[in-house]
């Protein structure tokens, strides 16, 4: 049971490129979440998934795009890197029940972006 | 809009001692979850405690245990006989429905 994994730890871009950010988890949890972390300010939310097929805009969604095609995966797209997205990216999940609505977290995507 | 408040950017404590970690929060919702997350130098979140709003009863972890004032919207996390392994980055985040929030955290040292 490896709980929620990211892939990669680490990335560096150029303004202007691409890439994807894959979060999988194996504990068929039905919400998923993508959080960015900055220096001072906490996590904030860019987006989530309430299931397979869905997603919805958080706190923070502008220049990201996210997909979840298969229930245990949840990627987040940059389209065109800006270095305002250097940043720590946390993936995290949660069973569909509210009371026992603890999140759990991966370990955490280091993108720096030149 | 919901925001969570960490009045202390470093907090440290003495081995064996206790330790209080404030946090406060505002919103108009009635019925949400509070959190204490910690993160040591992995990066991982990891959870500490929780409490549900409605619940009058603050909620208790082994060496965790929180004071939930929801008049006064204020959950502070007490750390009793301190370790080293305590050392870490804390988070207070609050959630309502799909809406989780973060405070910027208070990072807590623990000296032998």
């Known amino acids: 049971n490896a709980g929620v994994t990211q892939t990669p730890k680490f990335r560096v871009l150029k303004t202007g490129q691409s890439m994807t950010l894959l979060c999988a988890q194996d504990?068929?949890?039905?919400?998923m979440y993508w959080y960015r972390q900055d220096p001072g300010m906490g996590l904030r939310l860019i987006h989530y998934?309430?299931?397979?097929?869905?997603?919805a805009k958080g706190e923070v969604p502008d220049g990201y795009n996210v997909s979840r095609l298969k229930k245990q995966n949840f990627l987040l797209g940059l389209e065109s890197a800006a270095p305002s997205q250097t940043s720590v990216y946390f993936c995290?999940?949660?069973?569909?029940?509210?009371?026992?609505?603890?999140?759990?977290f991966g370990p955490g995507t280091r993108l720096t972006v030149l | 809009a919901q925001t969570v408040t960490q009045s202390q950017p470093e907090m440290s404590v003495q081995e064996a001692e206790t330790v209080t970690l404030s946090c406060t929060y505002d919103?108009?919702?009635?019925?949400?979850?509070l959190f204490w997350y910690k993160q040591p130098p992995s990066r991982q979140m990891i959870l500490v405690i929780r409490?549900?709003?409605?619940?009058?009863q603050n909620a208790t972890e082994n060496r965790f245990s929180v004071n939930f004032q929801k008049a006064a919207k204020s959950f502070s996390l007490k750390i009793s006989d301190s370790q080293l392994g305590d050392a870490a980055m804390y988070f207070c985040?609050?959630?309502?429905?799909?809406?989780?929030?973060f405070g910027a955290g208070t990072r807590l040292t623990v000296k032998p």
């Open positions: 998934s309430v299931g397979e097929g869905t997603t």
């Open positions: 409490q549900e709003a409605y619940k009058q």
């Open positions: 919103t108009s919702e009635s019925d949400y979850y």
């Open positions: 504990m068929n949890h039905e919400y």
């Open positions: 985040a609050y959630r309502s429905n799909n809406d989780m929030r």
């Open positions: 995290a999940s949660s069973n569909l029940l509210a009371v026992l609505d603890t999140q759990y």
